[in-house]
């Protein structure tokens, strides 16, 4: 079961970005697998596999909770599998644990709070496991009102309020956007999601989170925490798409 740790990280990877933010969330999948994930002898196994079974199963929940699962709906889920490079075996138990989400007995709550039990005090593991069911419902198309009261449910039960749903939401669908868009130039609106921003921000509002991003993902502090060098080129992608969301949005705003 060693492989759980790269196939969540590789998903998780994705949700930040192509296939660089993939090799950097196969790395740290790898080093999850190693142990690193979990402070307890045996533990990570555990955790790596609750991981893997809770997001397919409340993938399947989401999916069916307006009463049926769309083949767009199902598209995602196996776009996801493809994305964590799961072999055969283990797209089935994926779909598996997907289809057990499907059920009407399905006790949705009861499994995201053994789950919160089980990985304790990780906000990471939390919102990462959010990203991941808000990325599948973004990515089948408009969200009804009861695929976004699960999503609330989720992150209400990972300690997340709704502002900071709303802020995953938005950065997911800026990417979305920004993979979708033929124009080289960024869109305004996404610019300012890419910063965690609104468009009413004042100019040191805006010069502040930029600071704040560039400085939470620089290349070399992250090369200095562990991030081999052969990675960094990811890094400085994602780098990339920050500077590039602040220079579209100085120059609509004018300031230097």
Known sequence: MRWYGKAIGAALGTVFGRLPGALIGALLGHQFDRGLGDPLPGAAPRAQQAFFALTFEVMGHVAKVDGRVSEQEVQIARRIMH???????????????????????????????????????????????????????????????????????????????????????????????????????????????????????????????YRRMMNLHHPDKLVSKGLPESMKAAAEERTQQISAAYERIKKERGFK
Do not use: C
């Open 83 to 209: 994305q964590m490079r799961l072999g055969p075996d283990q797209v089935r138990l994926a779909i598996q644990h997907f289809t057990t989400g499907k059920r009407s007995d399905y006790a949705l709550q009861q499994r995201l709070s053994d789950f919160a039990s089980r990985i304790g005090n990780r906000p990471e593991l939390a919102r990462a496991f959010v990203e991941i069911q808000v990325q599948a419902v973004v990515g089948a198309g408009e969200i009804v009102a009861s695929k976004r009261e699960v999503l609330w449910q989720l992150a209400r039960s990972f300690g997340l309020n709704r502002v900071e749903l709303a802020q995953i939401e938005a950065m997911l669908r800026a990417r979305q956007q920004g993979q979708n868009s033929v124009s080289k130039e960024l869109d305004l609106g996404a610019a300012y999601r890419t910063l965690g921003m609104e468009p009413k921000a004042a100019d040191k509002e805006i010069k502040t989170a």
